[in-house]
């Protein structure tokens, strides 16, 4: 309906919850509130809000430009609409270690479950790119010490990330995985691994939730849920896929537009008007008024 129907500190608690369980959590990347609504109806545990995908929507490339203000309120857009837990990229932190805290406050007032925060420089890129540049461990971590510090609620939950691996190597990767959970982070998002391998050796080393970056056209394998689970990996996050999928239909749909003059031929892809009023939920706004909903569509809309 109008609102989730769960709070933030519900949502934050059943995402712990998850990740105790052993379970994997299966967690695609939202490309806007519509489309967390439709991860929730397809039993997906969680939602993820990836920084790409937020710049990309602002036609902006991955590399720090967004502020922590406009990350926020998209946010806040998404979390209201959902009742999973949601995760959102909070690349560098938006600057020095105290714009990380703010950026922890501004999430948990935006209603999100949890946030990572990276080891690159302020001026970042995607991590499956090459010619990445990290800070020192110690900054990191007075990043970490400081996003932890500013937590009001201590279940929200704080992840770090570390872009080592490609710049490093995996056993420095590592090492500042371990720097981070001694700063206080909750969970490790190892970015960039190159094979089941390193994966298992992440795993081996690292005793708190993990996550597994399944981006298409990076660096390391599409690994199936079910291998991931048996490595005993907590969340495998798919962040771009829908977005992935849905531009290339958009384009794909201009094209024939173009071609045809008509969007005739697409018709059998495209979302139906009925499809599309049961998922905004039309109906159940009758209950405010009867006005909302008191028509009825036509045949195959």
């Known amino acids: 309906m109008l609102h989730t129907r769960t709070t933030p500190v519900e949502r934050r608690r059943a995402l712990r919850t998850q990740l105790a369980s052993g379970r994997l959590l299966r967690m695609p990347g939202a490309v806007n509130?519509?489309?967390?609504?439709?991860?929730?109806?397809h039993g997906f545990e969680a939602v993820y809000l990836s920084g790409a995908v937020l710049a990309a929507e602002l036609c902006l490339p991955d590399i720090g430009l967004t502020t922590a203000t406009e990350v926020a309120a998209r946010a806040q857009q998404v979390a209201r609409v959902t009742d999973l837990p949601v995760l959102i990229d909070a690349d560098t932190g938006f600057g020095a270690p105290v714009n990380a805290a703010r950026t922890v406050q501004l999430f948990e007032d935006a209603g999100l479950a949890g946030l990572h925060l990276e080891d690159q420089i302020g001026v970042k890129r995607c991590g499956h790119l090459d010619g990445k540049t990290l800070v020192a461990p110690?900054?990191?971590?007075?990043?970490?010490?400081a996003a932890a510090d500013a937590r009001r609620d201590e279940d929200f939950l704080l992840m770090a990330r570390t872009d080592a691996r490609a710049v490093e190597g995996l056993d420095a990767a590592i090492d500042r995985a371990k720097a981070y959970v001694d700063a206080g982070a909750d969970a490790v998002f190892p970015e960039a691994l190159q094979s089941e391998a390193e994966f298992a050796a992440f795993r081996a080393a690292i005793d708190v939730p993990l996550l597994a970056n399944m981006t298409e056209f990076g660096k390391g394998p599409l690994l199936t849920a079910k291998a991931l689970e048996d490595l005993g990996y907590n969340i495998a996050l798919y962040p771009v896929t829908l977005f992935r999928l849905a531009m290339g239909a958009v384009e794909?749909?201009?094209?024939?537009?173009?071609?045809?003059?008509?969007?005739?031929s697409l018709l059998p892809r495209m979302q139906t008007r009925s499809r599309l009023y049961q998922v905004l939920g039309y109906e159940d706004y009758a209950a405010f008024d009867s006005a909302v909903y008191d028509f009825t569509l036509p045949p195959g809309a």
Do not use: F, W
């Open 33 to 41: 509130p519509y489309s967390a609504k439709l991860i929730q109806e």
């Open 138 to 145: 110690e900054e990191m971590r007075q990043r970490v010490r």
């Open 252 to 264: 794909d749909g201009l094209h024939t537009l173009a071609a045809d003059g008509t969007q005739q």
